[in-house]
């Protein structure tokens, strides 16, 4: 794209222009943020965006401060620069400035295209947009926006990936706790269980031991013996002998029957 801006050497050719404001590392997703990428403070005009709105509001017909653009004639510095006197708010190094950001930005290289007019400090049309000039805008365009919309990507990236690494950091010492808790509780009741259950084993392996089955001669009404109900055998007093079905009454008071090879004597 042939830019209407000149560099230090204002004669250099349309191509060698569009290249240095294709070129010029100004990518902006709005007219806005590439403005404000190359602020320049002096005693005059703060900053390039003040400087293009300055050349808004004097050729009204040839700048706008924001909305579409008009491509500019070629050489349009040297009609500005030749504008300038000492009470100008504005220097020569401020408009090149100002014009390198404002034909880099999108709004911009979405206004030239082919056919297009571009005009001079009045407005006046002075010469038309051609296919390599609407072509390679259209590329620097393009360019110019596969770069933000990377950046986008990146930044992304680098902001789940931070949001990923504080999220395990968090959640770290809480896996730690949950993982020993079960462990020590599973581990202190297998220890309980094992120390419980040896000693009731091997009391009813002992009491099982010593029962002596109740001899046939002191198996007789009011005798004392020992039942076994289920593992443990318990104090019970005869109360009724019939064959092999023996009456007996538990300390509780409960009274059941059962057979005499349930009946044992007590020591």
């Known amino acids: 794209m ?3 801006t000149t560099d230090a050497a204002d ?27 190359e ?21 009204p017909d040839c700048f706008s401060a924001e909305g579409p653009a008009k491509p500019l004639k070629v050489g349009i510095f040297q009609d500005l620069a ?30 030239v295209q082919l056919d297009a007019a571009r005009v001079d400090l009045a407005g006046q049309e002075v010469a038309k947009i051609d296919a390599q000039q609407a072509e390679h805008a259209a ?20 902001s789940q990936a931070e949001k990923t690494a504080g999220q ?6 809480n896996k730690k706790v949950m993982n020993k808790k079960p462990a020590g509780r599973s581990n202190t009741q297998a220890l309980k269980s094992k120390v419980n ?28 013996v020992l039942v076994r109900l289920g593992q443990a055998p318990m104090p019970a007093t005869v ?19 059962t057979s005499r090879e349930s009946l044992y004597q007590q020591e």
Do not use: F
């Not at 395990?168 to 010492?173: F, L, R, T, Y």
């Open 11 to 37: 004669n250099q050719t349309q191509a060698t222009q569009s290249h240095d404001a294709a070129e010029s590392n100004v990518p902006a997703e709005t007219e806005n943020a590439v403005e404000k990428s």
């Open 168 to 173: 395990k950091a968090s959640n770290a010492p």
């Open 82 to 111: 030749a504008n300038l006197d000492a009470d100008s708010p504005v220097s020569k190094t401020q408009l090149r400035q100002a014009l390198r950001v404002y034909t880099s930005s999108w709004r911009y290289l979405q206004s």
């Open 39 to 59: 602020q320049t403070t002096t005693s005059r005009l703060g900053s390039v965006k003040e400087v293009i709105a300055y050349l808004a509001s004097q050729y």
């Open 239 to 257: 109360t009724e002998i019939n064959r092999n079905e023996v009456t007996v009454q538990l300390q509780s008071g409960m009274v059941i029957k």
């Open 139 to 158: 590329n620097t365009l393009a360019e110019s926006k596969a770069k933000v919309a990377e950046q986008r990507k990146q930044r992304a990236r680098a």
């Open 2 to 4: 042939t830019t209407p």
């Open 197 to 224: 259950q040896k000693p009731a084993a091997a009391v009813k392996k002992q009491q099982q031991a010593n029962l002596t089955p109740v001899a046939e001669a002191t198996l007789t009404t009011g005798a004392k």
